[in-house]
T-cell receptor, first 113, second 116 residues
Framework: DQQVKQNSPSLSVQEGRISILNCDYT??????FLWYKKYPAEGPTFLIS?????DKNEDGRFTVFLNKSAKHLSLHIVPSQPGDSAVYFC????????????FGKGITLSVRP | SAVISQKPSRDICQRGTSLTIQCQVD?????MFWYRQQPGQSLTLIAT?????????ESGFVIDKFPISRPNLTFSTLTVSNMSPEDSSIYLC?????????????FGSGTRLTVV
């Protein structure tokens, strides 16, 4: 049972445009969400996170939106750059989960020059 | 943030053999996590390793297959035992940064294992 779902395996956008990466979850106990970026032959790198007490968190070009009622979050990258081309993982955890993360399958983002 | 050195970065192993993966962190951390990413799948937590106690395994993973050592606060090993082709995956270690949840987790660069 996939508790964190990234239903689109890939996304291609033009440089300078917005990239929107979506993530859905089923476990209502999740109260903390994270996005990771992964380049080939490297481990995932923490990008941005959001607590369930917020609906938006922004860090430079990256913004994460959380819609708790829909159990949905999204990562917006504006403007997209070729260096953003990577696999993006959505992850979630909950208080008392002993810091365990549950990951989605990832989305491969390609930013075209 | 913490720096994790993971090795080997990749290996090709014969079925029935075992491989030990090492992770060295440049700072002391309470918990270390071991993940597996099978081809086309998400990262799946294998176990949580605390120093001085036995690792805690997730459903579907057992100590006999994936023994873990955690001799001190900066080092851990994961052994993949009696390997079969189904064990071909990327294995990653991870640590949680900071005392607050906003810091995220740091991962090693991963070990790409191919079992033939």
């Amino acid at each position: 049972d996939q508790q964190v779902k990234q239903n689109s395996p890939s996304l291609s956008v033009q440089e300078g445009r917005i990239s929107i990466l979506n993530c859905d979850y089923t476990n209502s106990m999740f109260d903390y969400f994270l996005w990771y970026k992964k380049y080939p032959a490297e481990g995932p790198t923490f990008l941005i996170s959001i607590s369930s007490i917020k609906d938006k968190n922004e860090d430079g070009r990256f913004t994460v939106f959380l819609n708790k009622s829909a159990k949905h979050l999204s990562l917006h990258i504006v403007p997209s750059q070729p260096g953003d081309s990577a696999v993006y993982f959505c992850a979630a955890s909950f208080t008392g989960a002993n810091s365990k993360l549950t990951f989605g399958k990832g989305i491969t983002l390609s930013v075209r020059p | 943030s913490a720096v994790i050195s993971q090795k080997p970065s990749r290996d090709i192993c014969q079925r029935g053999t075992s491989l030990t993966i090492q992770c060295q962190v440049d700072s002391q951390v309470t918990m270390m996590f071991w993940y597996r990413q099978q081809p086309g799948q998400s990262l799946t937590l294998i176990a949580t390793a605390n120093q001085g106690s036995e690792a805690t395994y997730e459903s579907g993973f057992v100590i006999d297959k994936f023994p873990i050592s955690r001799p001190n606060l900066t080092f851990s090993t994961l052994t993949v035992s009696n390997m079969s082709p189904e064990d071909s995956s990327i294995y990653l270690c991870s640590v949680e940064e900071g005392q607050q949840r906003g810091y995220g987790y740091t991962f090693g660069s991963g070990t790409r294992l191919t079992v033939v």
